[in-house]
Each structure stands twice: as C-alpha cells, then as structure tokens.
C-alpha cells in the first residue's frame, strides 16, 4: 500500500479554485476556567481545506479529548470570538453565526414537542418557506436518513441513533456551504455508530456540502475522511494533515482491508512520534 501525503506544512492544495472553502489563519482562542484561570484552547492554529465545487470535503480533526478540538470548531461557526487570528469560508471573514454553517452536536438538540418532520422543518420555518414547500422539502431529506417512517413520531419515541438522523437532515435542509459535526456519534453504542458513519456518507454524496467532523476516534477519521488534520493536545495546533487514500469502498467491509489498517497504522505512527498524548479511541 502506498502511504498517505503527509506534507510537512498543514496547508492544503487550493485543487479546483483559487478560494479555499475554510481557511484558519494563525488562531489563538483562550478562555478562563471556573477557577478564574486562563487556559490558552488553541494556538497559532493554521489550515487550509480545499474548495471543490459539485463535490464537497470531509475533513476530520482528530486529536485527544479536550484538546481544542471543539473550540476550532466552535469559532468556525461563529459561536466564539478568537483572541487573535481568523476564520474565513469561501474568502470571507467569518464574524458571528450564519446560515451558510450548519451544527450537528453529540446532544440530541430535537424539540420535545415537535415531530420529526416538524423538527426539520424548523429552519425553513424561520425563513419564511410555505408550509407545503417545507413538508415537501422535509419529506425528501427525512426519506434520504432512513426515517421515512417516523416522519409524524416524536422524538422521545425514537433511539438515540434515529434522534441523531433528525438533527442531521434538520442540518442539511437548510443547505450550509459547511456541515460541522462534533462527535456527533460519540454517545452512540458500537453497532448504531458504525451504522451512523456509513449513513453520513451516503447522505452527503447526494449533498455538495464540506464537512468539518471532531473525532478522537482514529478508525472513525480514517472511514470517514478525505483529509484528516492531526492537532495536538491543548493548546490545540495543527501538527500534520493527512491525505486519506481512495479506498474501493466505504462500507463495514472496508475496516477489515489491508489498505485500511494500514492507514490507521500510519496515522498512530505519527501520534507516537508526535508524542501526541491523551484519550484516543481506536475502533468500536
């Protein structure tokens, strides 16, 4: 097997357009603990994910549990300030929440009340789509997730893995230029997640969203993305960006090749030499 691209500096090809989707330049977020202490989160973190037009991006951060991970990802969306540095999608400097971002949690963030179409439906709601137009639109997407048949249940009716299938296409319904998805599979026992994983693919093939994925689940960034950016642990940077080789398939199957393994190996190789320390997860 060949071995992944691992280029010395974490910046990517800029591929088909000279814009990347997602660029973070020399960030440093900090904030201050119950203690009243401040905690540097993340710092002169840099990357770069490629623009490509009509297919989108999976892009994976993986690093050990509270490394900074989320915070990135928090100051992506908008829902932070960074001390210093910036965020930019498609060229522009993100400054606070848009609708061109959307947010997939670990939690499930579903309205108790509403039923799962209702729960999609939401964001068109606030835009102001007609009511038939949104049940059409909802309808199409709750169908893509495999959730056809709950469309009218609600959500204390449903597993937790159904509930993270709402919040998915409550997602891509609005259709963001970037999906950020943190752990959103962590709470999930090992058969549900594996499940989970393939359905994300699956759905996002028929999308042209990028997708920023949090993981410290080494098996889950290697099925899962096209390009993983390996960080430290806290304060977060950027230690190494790995190209994901074509695999023949992204089934279950796939987690048993040589290719696979291989890969997986690689990217452990590079934690150890890396002296990248904390809580990893290698398989289910």
């Known amino acids: 097997m060949s071995e992944p691209t691992v280029p010395a500096a974490p910046q990517a090809s800029l591929g088909a357009s000279s814009v990347p989707k997602l660029e973070l330049r020399d960030l440093y977020i900090s904030y201050t603990d119950r203690a009243g202490r401040t905690v540097q989160a993340v710092e002169n973190a840099n990357l770069t994910v490629t623009n490509k037009p009509g297919v989108g991006e999976l892009a994976v951060f993986l690093g ?38 959307g947010m997939v949690f670990q939690s499930y963030t579903s309205f108790a009340w509403r039923t799962v179409r209702k729960n999609v439906e939401y964001g068109l709601e606030l835009q102001g789509v007609e009511a038939g137009e949104r049940k059409k639109q909802a309808d199409a997407i709750i169908e893509q ?26 997602t891509l319904i609005n259709k963001p230029k970037l999906v950020l998805m943190d752990e959103p599979f962590g709470a999930l026992d090992p058969g549900t997640r594996w499940g989970m ?21 080494v098996e ?56 990248v320390q904390g809580n990893f997860r290698v398989g289910l």
């Not at 997730?145 to 409550?170: C, E, H, N, T, Y």
């Not at 994983?197 to 689940?217: R, S």
């Open 64 to 101: 050990p549990s509270g490394c900074g991970k989320s915070t990135i990802l928090k100051a992506v969306a908008g829902l932070l300030t960074p001390d210093s540095g910036d965020v930019f999608l498609d060229g522009q400097k993100v400054e606070g929440t848009g609708r061109d971002r």
């Open 220 to 275: 889950e960034a290697v099925f899962l993305a096209d390009v993983i950016f390996v960080l430290s642990a806290r304060p977060a940077r950027v230690l190494h960006r790995i190209e994901v080789p074509y695999f023949e398939s992204r089934d279950i199957q796939v987690k048993r090749t040589n290719q696979f393994k291989g890969v997986v190996d690689h990217v452990m190789e590079l934690l150890h030499t890396s002296k």
């Open 197 to 217: 994983q393939t359905l994300i693919l699956d759905v996002l093939q028929k999308q042209d969203n990028t997708v920023l994925f949090v993981t410290h689940d």
């Open 145 to 170: 997730v495999g959730l056809k048949d709950f469309a009218d249940s609600l959500p204390r009716q449903l597993s937790g893995g159904m509930k993270q299938r709402v919040a998915i296409a409550r």
